[in-house]
């Protein structure tokens, strides 16, 4: 993993969380317990600050960032799919950011909220609590299932084994 200090500003990892070695973490940032950083993510505290909660997936090639003196928060149990870019944005707990997705600045997820993938949430929008969202611009098409909560649960728990199962087993072959 790639962890930086940025003007005198150091990354606080929580415990048992998994940071991938081709990960960038850079200044003001705080990630919190159990969660999964997937590499070539870029999570960047440079000018901004940035909160994961826990048991949060970052997954592959996604970017957060926030303005300066700003924040972007991400909260517990939130699933950032592969290539996803937050920016100085709130996404509340137990939302999923599908693969891709753009949510982009003052935009609020809220809790529950699924945003379908190729997503752009736009700068100041809010999405409710328990909807999906889907499209450019992302527009609330309907409640979540409560099935999707359970499989959504379930994708999320993986997760959380994986950030386990690499600390302790991942090993570089090549």
């Known amino acids: 993993m790639t962890i930086y200090e940025f003007e005198a500003k150091q990354p606080v990892i929580g415990r048992s969380s998994y940071i991938h070695e081709k990960a960038t973490v850079i200044g003001n940032v705080m990630i919190g ?44 149990d939130v699933q950032v799919g592969h290539g996803a870019i937050l920016h100085n944005c709130k996404i509340k707990d137990l939302a999923v950011i599908g693969l891709g997705s753009r949510i982009c600045d003052y935009a609020i997820v809220g809790t529950w909220v699924i945003i379908g993938e190729g997503s752009v949430v736009s700068t100041r929008t809010e999405i409710p609590d328990g909807k999906v969202a889907i499209g450019i611009p992302a527009k609330v098409v309907r409640d979540v299932k409560e099935e999707e909560k359970k499989l959504w649960g379930a994708y999320k728990q993986k997760y959380v084994e994986l950030a386990s199962k690499y600390k302790s087993s991942l090993k570089r072959i090549g």
């Open 33 to 76: 317990n159990d969660c999964f950083i997937g590499a070539g993510a870029v999570i960047r505290g440079d000018y901004g600050t940035i909160e994961v909660g826990s048991r949060t997936s970052v997954q592959e090639n996604s970017v957060i960032h926030a303005r300066p003196e700003e924040k972007c928060t991400i909260g517990n």
